[in-house]
């Protein structure tokens, strides 16, 4: 059985902060349109797996490659040019705009790809329709639910049809029905626009919701299990 051509792979991440190596030879593809979960302990890399994939930080060594592009080794204008326009990143607090609201966090995006103002709300519409909440389009994040803000980040990661979405936990500080919506909806929109999902959890029921699931421990990956074996 042959294998998809891999949307990113990394090979052998190594990655230091002072006297903690939070790397130690990690590897892990992520496939075109799949929803990988990334398990593992508090502390044993995760994160900063997370950050060296989507190019927020550099590794101190070993290889990201996206497409015929070196991520880890582009600079830091062309990884945040591909944060805008090709990865969508969530965290567990959803980093919203506070001063703006919904419509205008989700519209930012398309207004920094150059989109025009009208186009770019109606598409920050759609998408918040998509997430279920349109309604909350005129409210700022402060005057909204947990799980409304998250899925209003979805939205944001979401509008400029990335390749890849990144989520750190994207559920990890809501209770368990407005997680599951969370991520019902994430796995909904991914499946339907063919975005590839790296997923960070805690939750056994959200890597149920996954394609594949990658093990992280000590700073490295030590099991992959999923789709690999149905291929
Ligand atoms: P996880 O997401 O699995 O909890 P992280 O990747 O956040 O793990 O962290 C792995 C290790 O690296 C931890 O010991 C953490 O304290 C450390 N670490 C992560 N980021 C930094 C940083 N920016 N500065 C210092 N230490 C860090
Ligand atoms: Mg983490």
């Given at each position: 059985m042959t294998r998809s051509t891999p949307l990113i792979e990394a090979l052998d991440l190594t990655k230091t902060y002072g006297a903690t190596?939070?790397?130690?030879?990690a590897s892990l593809r992520l496939d075109p349109g799949e929803i990988l979960a990334v398990t593992g302990p508090s502390g044993s890399g995760k994160s900063t797996l997370l950050h060296c994939l989507s190019g927020i930080v550099r590794p101190d060594s070993g290889s990201v490659r996206y497409g015929g592009e070196q991520l880890d080794q582009a600079s830091e204008t062309r990884r945040s040019e591909l944060r805008r326009s090709e990865f969508g990143v969530v965290f567990q607090?959803?980093?919203?705009?506070?001063?703006?609201?919904a419509l205008d966090n989700v519209a930012l995006p398309l207004l920094l790809a150059g989109t025009s103002r009208k186009a770019a709300q109606e598409g920050a519409g759609e998408w918040l329709e998509r997430f279920g909440v349109r309604g909350q389009a005129?409210?700022?994040?402060?005057?909204?639910s947990g799980g409304q803000a998250q899925r209003v980040s979805l939205a944001r990661a979401m509008v400029t049809r990335p390749k890849a979405v990144f989520a750190d936990?994207?559920?990890?500080?809501?209770d368990s029905l407005a997680g599951e919506q969370v991520m019902t909806a994430l796995v909904h929109a991914a499946r339907e626009s063919s975005t590839a999902v790296l997923l960070i959890t805690h939750d056994a029921q959200v890597a149920a919701y996954a394609d594949r699931e990658a093990q992280v421990r000590d700073g490295a990956v030590v099991s992959e299990t999923g789709a690999e074996v149905t291929r």
């Amino acid at each position: 059985m042959t294998r998809s051509t891999p949307l990113i792979e990394a090979l052998d991440l190594t990655k230091t902060y002072g006297a903690t190596q939070a790397l130690r030879g990690a590897s892990l593809r992520l496939d075109p349109g799949e929803i990988l979960a990334v398990t593992g302990p508090s502390g044993s890399g995760k994160s900063t797996l997370l950050h060296c994939l989507s190019g927020i930080v550099r590794p101190d060594s070993g290889s990201v490659r996206y497409g015929g592009e070196q991520l880890d080794q582009a600079s830091e204008t062309r990884r945040s040019e591909l944060r805008r326009s090709e990865f969508g990143v969530v965290f567990q607090f959803g980093q919203l705009v506070g001063e703006l609201t919904a419509l205008d966090n989700v519209a930012l995006p398309l207004l920094l790809a150059g989109t025009s103002r009208k186009a770019a709300q109606e598409g920050a519409g759609e998408w918040l329709e998509r997430f279920g909440v349109r309604g909350q389009a005129g409210l700022r994040p402060g005057e909204m639910s947990g799980g409304q803000a998250q899925r209003v980040s979805l939205a944001r990661a979401m509008v400029t049809r990335p390749k890849a979405v990144f989520a750190d936990e994207p559920t990890g500080a809501l209770d368990s029905l407005a997680g599951e919506q969370v991520m019902t909806a994430l796995v909904h929109a991914a499946r339907e626009s063919s975005t590839a999902v790296l997923l960070i959890t805690h939750d056994a029921q959200v890597a149920a919701y996954a394609d594949r699931e990658a093990q992280v421990r000590d700073g490295a990956v030590v099991s992959e299990t999923g789709a690999e074996v149905t291929r």
